[in-house]
């Protein structure tokens, strides 16, 4: 190898100088190594380390920066509360009303068994959607969830009047039958409130209790039946097993919101 070789490869990349650019027109060698670099365009080969993200995290980043510049500023999350709280009231307003053309409470039990029943299951209520809605870093207790639900379903029971009035077949598809329908609303809010973050079992069934709540008490004031196997069967049963389609509905339902 000639030393002008040696100075066409240390020049590669740049313009040659004019007696390089001669002797590269009579040197085979250095035509075909300034042929091949050009044909290369003069770009070198990156370093394996720097590889291309995969395509799954590319993806995924692209989803985050979407999110982040649709919702720059987060929503409070009072709001929805606010939203899912109106829907619980005017559900009970309005049922209250229709149930109550005879006599707004027709629960036949002490009217301070009546009332403290009654205060219970409101917190409830109100407790379920503050721990299905708020944020929290940390992961919901399931043992206060369930505990909750166990605490008012004995109340319920063990509140009633112990007396019947009606045909017991003809009372308990009363009830169940009423309770449903007015479940169809809260529920229905409740979980798109939650599709708007990622899917937790907890939250799913702390809103399913608020929301199926809301037409216990309904029947907790209106019902004048109040014995055991009534409340059990009609009033408690149905409502648990509202609570429990909410967490299997919402986990079939797709998140529209991963925005931190």
């Known amino acids: 190898m000639k030393p002008e070789c040696s100075r066409v490869m240390d020049s590669l990349g740049g313009p040659l100088p004019a007696e390089l650019t001669s002797h ?22 990156a370093p394996p380390s720097e590889e291309a993200p995969a395509p799954k995290l590319e993806a995924a980043h692209q989803l985050a920066l979407k ?21 619980y009231a005017a559900v009970l307003g309005g049922a209250l009303a229709w149930l109550g053309r005879d006599g707004m409470v027709g629960n ?7 009332a403290a029943v009654a205060l219970l ?10 721990l299905a809605l708020a944020p929290s870093r940390r992961r919901l207790p399931w ?8 605490g008012v379903a ?25 309770e449903v329908a007015m479940s169809v609303l809260p529920l229905a809010v409740a979980l798109v409130l939650l599709c708007r973050s990622a899917f937790q079992p907890v939250r799913a069934l702390a809103a399913g209790l608020s929301a199926a709540g809301v ?17 059990l069967s009609a009033h408690v049963l149905p409502w648990l097993v509202l609570a429990g389609v909410a967490v299997l509905v919402r986990s079939r339902l797709p998140t529209r919101s991963y925005a931190p």
């Open 215 to 231: 037409s216990l008490l309904v029947l907790h004031l209106h019902c004048s039946d109040g014995t055991v196997s009534h409340l």
């Open 154 to 178: 004995a109340v319920q029971v063990l509140g009633g009047s112990g007396l019947q009035i009606r045909p017991p077949m003809r009372g308990m598809l009363g009830c169940m039958g009423s």
């Open 143 to 150: 043992g206060l969830v369930a505990l909750a639900a166990v």
């Open 108 to 114: 036949r039990a002490p009217p301070m068994v009546v």
């Open 24 to 45: 590269v027109a009579t040197c085979e060698d250095c035509r075909a190594l300034v042929g091949g670099f050009d044909a290369l365009g003069g770009v070198p080969v």
């Open 121 to 130: 299951t409101l917190v409830l209520v109100g407790g379920g959607a503050v």
């Open 67 to 87: 999110e982040l510049a649709a919702h720059p500023k987060p929503t409070p999350w009072w709001r929805e509360l606010l939203v899912l709280l109106a829907v």
